[in-house]
């Protein structure tokens, strides 16, 4: 015979999970305060820097809405983890914790999309200029050419 093991249901883990005891020293409380208050001020400037590109819809068009839409977002998200952060600060509560660390992993995630999006963009206009500006530099070697065999006085 085989000993049965002990199988934990998903509602054990649950009152597990919901009963752990929350605790913080200075040090702790020191660093999630500073946390704080720093991820507000870059919400905030996410939240404006968002409004900006997204009102040059009018002379960019589509894609700078979006990308302000996307900067929106992040500054929502992380303005949001900063509030939650400041909910445990004063009541240790696991719940604000758990929301406050899933607002920060979509802050992070956003940020880390826009990253890429941005030296996708990069890169490609790299290539263009270089592509436009080897195309102009051969227009006007050949317009010099033609200048200098022109020109009566050489």
Known sequence: MEPEEHIIQPEETKIERDTVSLSMNYEVQNLLTKLISW????????????????????LLLLPTAAIGVIYIIMGIKLVSSANQ??????????????????????????????????IVLITVVIFLLLFVGGTF????????????????LT
């Open 39 to 58: 991820g507000k001020f870059v919400g905030v400037m996410n939240i404006i820097q968002g409004s900006l590109y997204a009102l040059t819809i009018f």
């Open 85 to 118: 952060f400041q909910i445990v600060l004063h009541s240790l509560e696991s719940h604000s914790l758990q929301r406050a660390l899933s607002d920060m992993k979509s802050f992070i995630v956003l940020n880390g999309v826009m990253f890429i999006i941005g």
């Open 137 to 152: 530099l051969e227009f006007f070697r050949e317009t010099l050419d033609d200048f200098a065999l022109a020109n009566p």
